[in-house]
Structure formats: structure tokens, C-alpha cells
């Protein structure tokens, strides 16, 4: 049997749209929102689903959730058809849309978690566990009795996190889960998403624009564009297939009067009134590099930077838009 929770081939949504043609005129027009999705995802995985506005994210994410139905193709989520079988789907999904809530507005939080216990028919014990984990990783128990529309954004969040996995599900799907929230309550739902993920047992979808939330969370990154799969592998495989390179940053006591030549690798950039030399790491590795520039004399600190996630994905986004397709009307 296959370890899939997640099943799509050759999805497609489109959308009828009424555009202005004149000043009275209106003219039916075709908005192909998702055009030939093919995913697997694995039980246990946690996976990035990114892209550029527009490219087709949320209506995935509303296929897949059941809210809407495909115009084409075939999808099962966790062996079922989300929209046909949407009420069983829901005991075995949770979805957090950032925008959206799933909690009761006036009451205190506890209620809305206990209410959700009676609507899912969550055994107590099974409940209280969950929710004693939640309220220990998500720090929940200082606005427990305040009235959701009382909290603050990221109170807010932290009670939708816990809202979606209290029945249990196999799949949670995240629809920008930090959008709007501050430093610490980014930190704190990316810390309690990392710890979920790690029980293996969870499958996460996350779309997102932050990209901190991929880098901290998803070993495998699926990037859509106009509806299609421009890219589906590590963020690993990413940066090789755009060469992204490792930087090693060189502060020297004075600017060398020519710029050295440093064997495997390529003077990327000289900076601070040419006291830093960044160098981008090509058949050399950093221990080689630093020797090198040691060699030169003055070298008074070193420091080596990873290859930024923003850039890479900057770069695809821009690829892809020297290449748009005309799109379908
Ligand atoms: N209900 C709808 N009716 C008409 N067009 C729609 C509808 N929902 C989405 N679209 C269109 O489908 C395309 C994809 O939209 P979608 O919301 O899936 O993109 P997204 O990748 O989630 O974008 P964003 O990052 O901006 O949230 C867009 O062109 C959008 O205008």
C-alpha cells in the first residue's frame, strides 16, 4: 500500500471571470488558477508549497481541503475524495488559513477547544493529552479564558494551531501561518511546527511567502507558477540547479592594492572601501580559501555565509517571468 497521504494527478481549476471591455461592455474570460498538478506527498513529510501571487497556491490548498472542486484531474487526500467525502476528510485534515478562523469569536478559547472536542467526538483523554501538549509548547495557558476576538494576532494563531490538531489529524494543511505575527510568535509557531514534524506522524503543507518558515521547516520545497511545478526537490537541489554559492567574507586591515586571485574561487564583490573581499566558493572549499587569504597578509576576521534562500527563490521568480506564458482567455 502506498505511504501517500496526498494524491494528485494532472489537477486543473479554472474560473470563469466578467472583465470590463468598455464602458458597459463585459466579456466572459478563462483564469486557468491551477493547470496540471502532479504531487505525492508522503506520509510524515513536511512539505513548502511556494510561489509567486497568483500562481495557484490557496486554490491547491482549497482542492485538496475539499472547498473546492477540481475542473479536471484526480486527488485523494489520506484515501479519500475531498470533495465527495469532505465530512470524513475533516476528521483526518486540520487546516490553519492565516486569514481565516475556525474558532469561536466571542467565547474564551478553552470553550472553543472543548466545543471542538464535541464536534470532532474526540475521546477526553485523547483531547486532554492534545491540548495539554499544545498548551505547553504554544504557552496558551496565559490567555486560555480570553475572548478570541479579545487576542492578538499571534495569541490568535497559537489557539488555530491547537483548533487544528486537536481531533488528531494525519494531514495539517497551512495556509501563511505567520503572516503578520512578530518575531517571537513566528519563532514560537515555527518551534511547535519543527517539534510536530519530528513525531513523523504529522504530514504538514505549508504555503507561505515568508521563507524563514521553509528554511526552518521543509526538507522538500514544491515552487508553483501560473498553476504548474516549476521546481520539486530540496531546497538543496534549488540552490544547485541556480548555482548558488557559499560566501566567504574577508575583513582585511587595509584594501590590497590589486584584487588577489584566490584559486576555486570567485571574487564576488569588494566592499567597506575595499577592507572586505567577498569571495563566492567554487571548486574550493572554506579551509582552502582562508589559507589563501591568509597568505596575503592582514587578514583580520573571516566569515562564511550560506547561500540565502530569498535569492535563489528571487532568481527562479525572476526566470519565470522572463518566460511568461501568454495566459489562456
Ligand atoms: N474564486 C475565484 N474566482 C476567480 N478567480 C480566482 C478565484 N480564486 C482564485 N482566482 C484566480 O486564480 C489565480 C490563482 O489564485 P490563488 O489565490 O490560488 O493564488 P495564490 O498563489 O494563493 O496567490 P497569493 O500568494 O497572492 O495568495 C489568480 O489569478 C486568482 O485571481
Request: glycine share 10%; aromatic share 4%; net charge positive.
Amino acid at each position: 500500500m502506498s505511504s501517500d497521504v496526498i494524491v494528485a494527478d494532472g489537477l486543473r481549476k479554472e474560473f470563469t471571470v466578467r472583465v470590463r471591455t468598455g464602458r458597459l461592455r463585459r466579456q466572459k474570460r478563462l483564469v486557468t488558477a491551477v493547470d496540471g498538478i502532479d504531487l505525492r506527498v508522503a506520509r510524515g513529510e513536511m512539505l513548502g508549497y511556494i510561489g509567486p501571487n497568483g500562481a495557484g497556491k490557496s486554490t491547491t490548498l482549497k482542492i485538496l481541503t475539499g472547498v473546492l472542486m477540481p475542473s479536471a484531474g484526480q486527488v485523494r487526500v489520506c484515501g479519500l475524495r475531498p470533495v465527495a467525502q469532505r465530512t470524513r476528510l475533516a476528521l483526518s485534515v486540520g487546516v490553519v488559513f492565516g486569514q481565516r478562523s475556525q474558532l469561536w469569536w466571542d467565547l474564551p478559547l478553552r470553550d472553543s477547544f472543548d466545543l471542538l472536542r464535541h464536534v470532532y467526538r474526540v475521546p477526553a483523554a485523547a483531547h486532554a493529552s492534545r491540548l495539554r501538549r499544545c498548551r505547553d509548547l504554544l504557552d496558551l495557558d496565559a490567555f486560555l479564558d480570553v475572548p478570541v476576538r479579545q487576542l492578538s494576532l499571534g495569541q490568535r494563531m497559537r489557539g488555530e494551531l491547537t483548533a487544528a490538531l486537536l481531533h488528531g489529524p494525519q494531514v495539517l494543511f497551512l495556509d501563511e501561518p505567520t503572516i503578520g505575527l512578530d518575531v517571537v510568535s513566528k519563532q514560537a509557531v515555527r518551534g511547535f511546527l519543527a517539534e510536530l514534524g519530528r513525531g513523523g506522524d504529522t504530514t504538514l503543507v505549508l504555503t507561505t511567502h515568508d521563507l524563514a518558515d521553509i528554511e526552518r521547516l521543509c526538507r522538500r520545497l514544491v515552487v508553483i507558477d501560473h498553476g504548474r511545478v516549476v521546481h520539486d526537490g530540496s531546497i538543496a537541489a534549488l540552490h544547485r540547479r541556480y548555482g548558488s554559492r557559499r560566501l566567504v567574507v574577508a575583513d582585511l586591515d587595509a584594501p590590497p592594492p590589486v584584487p588577489p586571485v584566490v584559486p576555486g574561487a570567485a571574487l564576488r564583490r569588494v566592499e567597506a572601501d575595499g577592507h572586505r573581499l567577498v569571495f563566492a566558493l567554487e571548486s574550493a572549499g572554506v579551509a582552502e580559501v582562508v589559507t589563501a587569504l591568509a597568505g596575503l597578509g592582514g587578514l583580520r576576521d573571516v566569515s562564511v555565509v550560506e547561500p540565502e534562500i530569498e535569492d535563489v527563490v528571487a532568481r527562479l521568480y525572476g526566470e519565470r517571468r522572463s518566460v511568461r506564458p501568454s495566459r489562456r482567455c
